[in-house]
């Protein structure tokens, strides 16, 4: 609820909205695989000792919903199991 916020409060949460940030990342990574933040060529592309060292695991959600979406609990569940 966006009730009670100044209108640059308002101007930040609509910019902030899954929406957009979603048409934002399209636009930038140029239709690759990405989770809003990084590309998943980028993630696995880590440079050094650590190449190795993680696993990358494609999930259905974007980084900002991983604690709060199916997807994104189910593959914690998964992962920790």
Known sequence: DKTGLSPAGRL???LLSKP???GL???LFRDQTNDVAVSV???KDVPGPWNSAYDVRPVACDHM???NHKAG???LASVLS
């Open 20 to 22: 957009v940030l979603h």
């Open 25 to 27: 990342a399209d636009t």
């Open 65 to 67: 919903s991983y604690f």
């Open 73 to 75: 609990l189910d593959a």
């Open 12 to 14: 930040l949460a609509r």
């Open 41 to 43: 060529v980028s993630m």
